[in-house]
T-cell receptor, first 112, second 110 residues
Framework: KAGVTQTPRYLIKTRGQQVTLSCSPI?????VSWYQQTPGQGLQFLFE???????NKGNFPGRFSGRQFSNSRSEMNVSTLELGDSALYLC???????????FGPGTRLLVL | EDQVTQSPEALRLQEGESSSLNCSYT??????LFWYRQDPGKGPEFLFT???AGEEKEKERLKATLTKKESFLHITAPKPEDSATYLC???????????FGPGTRLSVLP
């Protein structure tokens, strides 16, 4: 079974731009969660989607948004990028809400 | 608010030198405790899920145990390929988001 895939793997953007990251969950998984990982803050929860609905949201500003499609694929968007948004963005999928999460390889975002 | 701490922050072992990593947690009601391994620049790799105090799980040189306040990840006779950051996460009974600890960075020297 193929694992979680994320595209692109690397991105370089400048302040003020926006970015869209994509995540394809493990086949059959319906829940997708997004995390931001930085050396200083560790892994921080962004949001979770299940059946195209946002079920839970972490403590991030409204510049961070996401959505999930009917095939469970998910995208997250960050608008008006700031230097502090540089991080590894991880997507994790699970078969159902609250079940074990399996992570993708991440998208490394660098904001200049 | 759910909280997870891990100790030590970093650990250096000689190959074959067994040790334990600690994960202490505060949660209103534990639904599950999860251990992951993360190599540099990669996503976390799932290792174990523990649900109740007294539960133990093993995989190769790793053994995870759970009490009401903490979990231990025991590493027996580690090899250099066990070098990674080990992350612990908890989920409460409301089934909401996972809360991750800061991780323990393990280095196993040949």
């Amino acid at each position: 079974k193929a694992g979680v895939t994320q595209t692109p793997r690397y991105l370089i953007k400048t302040r003020g731009q926006q970015v869209t990251l994509s995540c394809s969950p493990i086949s059959g998984h319906r829940s997708v969660s997004w995390y931001q990982q930085t050396p200083g803050q560790g892994l921080q929860f962004l949001f979770e989607y299940f059946s195209e609905t946002q079920r839970n949201k972490g403590n991030f500003p409204g510049r961070f948004s996401g959505r999930q499609f009917s095939n469970s694929r998910s995208e997250m968007n960050v608008s008006t990028l700031e230097l502090g948004d540089s991080a590894l963005y991880l997507c994790a999928s699970s078969s159902w809400l609250g079940e074990t999460q399996y992570f993708g390889p991440g998208t490394r975002l660098l904001v200049l | 608010e759910d909280q997870v701490t891990q100790s030590p922050e970093a650990l250096r072992l000689q190959e074959g030198e067994s040790s334990s990593l600690n994960c202490s947690y505060t949660v209103s009601g534990l639904r599950g405790l999860f251990w992951y391994r993360q190599d540099p620049g990669k996503g976390p790799e799932f290792l174990f899920t523990l649900y109740s105090a007294g539960e133990e799980k093993e995989k190769e040189r790793l053994k995870a145990t759970l009490t009401k306040k903490e979990s231990f990840l025991h590493i027996t006779a580690p090899k250099p390929e066990d070098s990674a950051t080990y992350l612990c996460a908890v989920q409460d009974n409301y089934g909401q988001n996972f809360v991750f600890g800061p991780g323990t960075r393990l280095s196993v020297l040949p």
